[in-house]
């Protein structure tokens, strides 16, 4: 779980890739439309509307703007409750009498 004391607090630098110094753009900031505007392992937060909270940053819910953030990209190598050795994927394993 993050603890509020280490999340960032959005910030928005720019749109559009201007002010092209600052872009590729850092973790919580925006606004971005696409995960080529972001740094290395980010990619962009697509928020659907005004005061949505933005995954793993402060202040979107504070922010009236539509603005779209950057995120570190979801681990997709293990998934919870998701048995993700082999070729298939089954939610849970099977169980096997011995």
Known sequence: NFSPQYLLRIEYIGNNGKPTNSFPL???MGDCDNNEECSSGLICYQRNGKNEAVPGCLGGEDDDGTSDYCIPAPDETITPGVDN??????LFPTPVDI
């Open 85 to 90: 050795i082999g070729d298939t994927m089954t």
């Open 26 to 28: 850092s973790e919580c």
